[in-house]
């Protein structure tokens, strides 16, 4: 009876669409999707066709619309450096430090999907924190070999900025890194740097 009740479908829906597009659902889109939940009689496969099939996904209002939560940035950031990990108690340790422990939510509903759950003053240090730890070898359990970066500063950020971004930054991040230039070998400052760049949180 509750499976099939129309307010479990919105429920469903809201979440689902949260999820993948924006913290924000267009309820146009929620709306859609709870009648194909509806209509179908709870199939999640087909409530998420009706999401992953729509316009308002792939609108510019909803790209990378989502902030990474702690477990999803430090899963990215190992991932887009090419680390070797373990995974073990040194990753733990920082996913802790930004707020999303291991299974540590008391409630079964989990952790929030939301931006504002994650966007704080603490929360953003504690992000940056861990992208310089990250570059500099300093997270137990976790290796990450750069290439040296000596010679034209802009340029080595530019790579590292087609490696970790795709070049896809805003002026104002990028002035605020250049400014950040001035080792001889930049690599692990401006690695940990564009780690914690507002563009590397988003999903």
Partial sequence: ILARHPS????????????????????????????????TNGDIRESLKAIFFSDELYSAEAYRAK?????????????????????????????????EPLYGFQTPNGYSDSSESWVNTGGLLERM???????????????????SANGDQSKVLDEYLKTILAGEISASTKEALMKQLGQSDPATKVVGLILGTPEFQRQ
């Fill in 8 to 39: 479990t479908a919105k429920f469903i829906a809201t979440k689902l669409v949260r999820h993948f597009g924006s913290d924000n659902p267009p309820p146009a889109l929620v709306d859609r999707v709870a009648k194909t939940y509806m209509k």
């Fill in 67 to 99: 902030i990474s939560r702690p477990f999803e940035l430090v899963i990215s950031a190992i991932r887009t450096l090419g680390a070797d990990t373990n995974g073990g108690p040194g990753t733990h340790q920082w996913l802790a430090r930004m707020g």
């Fill in 129 to 147: 924190n861990f992208g310089l730890a990250l570059a500099g070898n300093r997270v137990q359990g976790t290796r990450v070999n750069l290439a």
